[in-house]
């Protein structure tokens, strides 16, 4: 453990944003980081008064992220920020993140990672040129019973994976909320911010992260189907994708915003040879494991059962048994382990594997190359589509 907090700036996330508060509540929730400053709106007047309501210093409010860069670059090591997180949308995280790097600062930036595969390509390059860490909000790749699923499905006990269903269901794209003043709704559908996808850019890529981290295993081809199901909106809001994987598996991912009723219906199923796992993110503590001879079981989170569920589970529980925890506890996952990851690193200490455990640039880079491989085999009628990157 470092005898100090990490020092965090922030880009964008300002007055009334919502993911930013979010960031800012994971990064605070193991008292190992503090905000010491942050460019929290492209609106000078807005980044100010955010600055002031989150009461930090004056002097660090600053207007933009390149005045930010500049200012705390020149700063003594034991008062610089050690690392910036970028909660802007899709299209302004490339340069931010790029600049931060330049001036040898860490980075954690919301997902997608950039506007394109050519920037998360450019982005790679600089992190490995500049040996600094990056972190990627793949949220639910934080929590415990994931973290099981996956050191189960590793451990052999399924057998060779054969079959993975993964779906993402969320109703709250209904309707025209872009025109109704839907703040999350504009951008998000918008081309110029979003990019070339909107439903599965925004939550497809969330399931295909989770396909992938769970399983162990690469997409390696997909047959992708997308839909624009209400009138007016620019980019899609439904879709479906036939999957391909290493090792002959094969599997389904759906992904849907305008199932109405629906709240944030994510649910990931694995089958092997010898049985088979299931979890769902409305009910986080509970990983269910099915077998082809005997009973099935049932693994919660934070049971009095340590001895059951792999360290990279108990790592990341907070909390006894019967206590949910949730979207807000893997997200601080996902900050506690960078965070520690990082202090073993400026200490020149040796990190723990469960600490490395948090999703990098390599995992941005199969993002994107996930929004354009999907969005080309539409195009293509629905063709098979091999994964390039």
């Given amino acids: 453990m470092s005898n100090r907090k990490l020092r965090m700036g922030m880009i964008g996330g300002g007055k009334d944003a919502f993911i930013g508060a979010i960031h800012r509540i994971a990064a605070n929730m193991d008292g190992q980081i503090e905000l010491v400053c942050g460019a929290l709106s492209m609106h000078p007047d807005v980044a100010q008064e955010s600055g002031r309501m989150l009461y930090l210093p004056e002097d660090r409010i600053y207007n933009t992220y390149d005045e930010m860069f500049k200012a705390e670059a020149q700063k003594l090591a034991d008062e610089r920020m050690d690392f910036v997180t970028i909660v802007t949308p899709n299209f302004a995280h490339f340069a931010p993140a790029m600049q931060a790097l330049e001036n040898g600062f860490n980075v954690v930036v919301e997902k997608p990672v950039t506007f394109t595969l050519e920037e998360a390509q450019q982005l790679k390059a600089k992190v490995e040129e500049t040996g600094l860490m990056l972190l990627l909000t793949h949220t639910y790749a934080g929590y415990p019973m994931i973290k099981e699923a996956r050191q189960l499905v590793k451990s052999g006990k399924l057998g060779k994976v054969r079959k993975i269903y993964v779906e993402y269901i969320q109703g709250w794209l209904s309707r025209l909320s872009e025109r109704e003043g839907n703040a999350q709704a504009s951008w998000r559908t918008d081309p110029k911010k979003s990019g070339k996808s909107g439903c599965m850019g925004d939550i497809g890529t969330h399931a295909a992260h989770l396909a992938e981290y769970v399983s162990g295993l690469k997409i390696t081809e997909l047959n992708a189907s997308l839909n624009i199901v209400v009138d007016g909106r620019m980019l899609d809001d439904d879709g479906a994708v036939l999957l391909r994987f290493e090792e002959g598996a094969t599997g389904t991912l759906m992904a849907s915003q305008i199932a109405a009723g629906e709240e944030n219906a994510l649910k990931i199923r694995v089958y092997g040879e010898n049985g088979s796992l299931e979890w769902q993110q409305m009910e986080p503590n509970t990983l269910t494991i099915k077998w082809l001879d005997k009973p099935a079981e049932t693994l919660r989170a934070g ?47 040796e990190a723990k594997p469960e600490w490395l455990d948090f999703p990098s640039i390599d995992d941005g880079i199969r993002g994107m190359a996930f929004i354009n491989n999907v969005v080309a085999s539409n195009a293509s009628n629905e063709k098979w589509t091999k994964y390039t990157i």
Avoid: Q, V, W
């Fill in 303 to 349: 049971s009095n059962y340590t001895d059951r569920l792999s360290s990279y589970a108990t790592h990341n529980c907070r909390t006894p048994g019967g206590h949910p925890e949730g979207y807000l506890e893997a997200f601080g996952n996902l900050y506690r382990n960078f965070a520690l990851a990082l202090s073993a690193k400026i200490e020149g200490k």
